[in-house]
């Protein structure tokens, strides 16, 4: 049998009830994984264009970190689409890599400030289906992450 997974050895400070409703999964890591995404991301949104790569940056460490604990979760179980979930991880962030990039040595804060939008819709999207699905196949194996 599997041990089960475990979570990211930094703990996540957010609350999973800073979560809008429709993100939450139920599943409390998940969840406050998800915060930590979403609070970062409304951070960089509120950030000065003096400020915007740096917190980008932030957002990005964390997202990585995010996406490769699903990953080792996704590994572990054996589960099916983990390749296309893991595919969505991929793109997402090198396309964030490329628009930082863009602000940073071209000071494209437009670029930015539309990349933060487009991540909120994806974001919602990701986590209702390839999160949720992930999700639904811990619960049905019975292997949930634990801190």
């Given at each position: 049998m599997l041990a089960p997974?475990?979570?990211?050895?930094?703990?996540?400070?957010s609350s999973p009830?800073?979560?809008?409703?429709?993100?939450?999964?139920?599943?409390?890591?998940?969840?406050?994984?998800?915060?930590?995404?979403v609070r970062?991301?409304?951070?960089?949104?509120?950030?000065?264009?003096?400020?915007?790569?740096?917190?980008?940056?932030?957002?990005?460490?964390?997202?990585?970190?995010h996406f490769a604990q699903e990953e080792r979760?996704?590994?572990?179980?054996?589960?099916?689409?983990?390749?296309?979930?893991?595919?969505?991880h991929?793109?997402?962030?090198?396309?964030a890599g490329l628009v930082r990039d863009e602000i940073a040595q071209n000071a494209r804060f437009d670029l930015g400030r539309r990349l933060i939008g487009e991540l909120r819709e994806w974001f919602a999207f990701h986590v209702k289906t390839m999160d949720s699905m992930m999700i639904g196949h811990m619960r049905e194996t019975g292997v949930a992450p634990v801190v």
């Open positions: 997974p475990r979570l990211m050895s930094s703990p996540v400070a009830s800073l979560l809008p409703p429709e993100l939450q999964l139920g599943e409390p890591v998940t969840d406050a994984m998800h915060t930590e995404f970062l991301l409304d951070l960089a949104h509120d950030a000065p264009d003096a400020a915007l790569v740096g917190a980008l940056d932030v957002w990005i460490a964390h997202t990585r970190e979760w996704m590994e572990a179980l054996e589960f099916g689409p983990r390749h296309c979930h893991a595919g969505q991929r793109h997402a962030l090198h396309v």
